[in-house]
Nanobody
Framework: QVQLVESGGGLVQTGGSLRLSCAASGIFFSSSSMGWYRQAPGKERELVAT???????NYADSVKGRCTISRDNAKNTVYLQMNSLKPEDTAVYYC??????WGKGTLVTVSS
């Protein structure tokens, strides 16, 4: 059974930082590309960042320079370090595998 469990969300002030984690089980994690997506209220889900099994990364323009995606294959965990947070970063953040598995999300709220 595949499980992706996100954690690390919360309330933070503008300019603050958060690190999201996604613990994976039931997949061949080290050979899986992984990604972070987000969905703001009233908006469609959008890509935030992805990382391949080899460690290549890709970012949405809106977060480039502020977010870093990384992975620890020994822990079956993917991370999203978010800095210089803005109110428009407020959203539910989802972890996804390259095989189409999704977590339930973690809420990030950035206050102005």
């Amino acid at each position: 059974q595949v499980q992706l469990v996100e954690s690390g969300g919360g309330l933070v002030q503008t300019g603050g930082s958060l690190r999201l984690s996604c613990a994976a089980s039931g997949i061949f994690f080290s050979s899986s590309s992984m990604g972070w997506y987000r969905q703001a209220p009233g908006k469609e889900r959008e890509l935030v960042a992805t990382i391949t099994s080899g460690g290549s990364t890709n970012y949405a323009d809106s977060v480039k320079g502020r977010c870093t995606i990384s992975r620890d294959n020994a822990k079956n965990t993917v991370y999203l370090q978010m800095n210089s947070l803005k109110p428009e970063d407020t959203a539910v953040y989802y972890c996804a595998s390259g095989m189409g598995n999704w977590g339930k999300g973690t809420l990030v709220t950035v206050s102005s």
